[in-house]
């Protein structure tokens, strides 16, 4: 199995104490996820995230057809870390860590997202044609609607 990974850092005008408060909560997954993939929480979530806490979405990543996704978050250093993984859903492995780091006037956060899809050979050829181009697409909207909502860091 071939592992990829993707990165993003962004930073915002506010305290890290803001930023966890906002991303540890599941709740607000839908608001920075793009409306054309039609993420939907269907579990019941408290507003902040523990870990082994389990969460059941659906995703329509493809031709919108639906895919059921189950994740746990394995890791929670609150301020500073929290993982995700999937244990059901569209990849064969996905880990993704969360980082949040003070820093002057905001936070930085960084994401690091390993994964392997299914398929072999036929999963290898999806990556680069259309796996990785939507992951970036993913986290692009992401760092526009929290530039939206948090402001642009100005240093």
């Known amino acids: 199995m071939k ?14 104490q803001k930023a966890w408060e906002f ?8 608001l ?8 939907k929480i269907v579990s019941e979530v408290p507003k902040k995230m ?5 969460i059941t ?6 031709l919108s057809i639906p895919v059921s996704w189950v994740t746990e978050i394995t890791q929670v250093q609150e301020p500073q870390l929290f993982v995700d993984e999937q244990r059901f859903g569209p990849y064969r492995f996905w ?17 690091m997202v390993h994964y392997a899809l299914p398929l072999g050979f036929l999963g290898r050829i999806v990556i ?5 181009p939507k992951l970036e697409s993913i986290f692009n909207y992401r760092r526009e609607v929290l530039e939206k909502m948090f402001g642009t860091f100005q240093k």
């Open 3 to 16: 592992l990829y990974s993707i990165q993003s850092t962004q930073l915002l005008p506010i305290s890290i």
């Open 23 to 30: 991303f540890s909560n599941p709740n607000n997954l839908p």
């Open 32 to 39: 920075i996820t793009p409306p054309s993939l039609g993420f």
């Open 50 to 54: 523990y870990p082994g806490m389990i």
């Open 57 to 62: 979405y659906t995703v329509t990543p493809i």
């Open 95 to 111: 880990h993704h860590k969360h980082f949040f780091r003070e820093i002057e006037d905001g936070v930085e956060m960084h994401d």
């Open 128 to 132: 680069d044609l259309v796996v990785k």
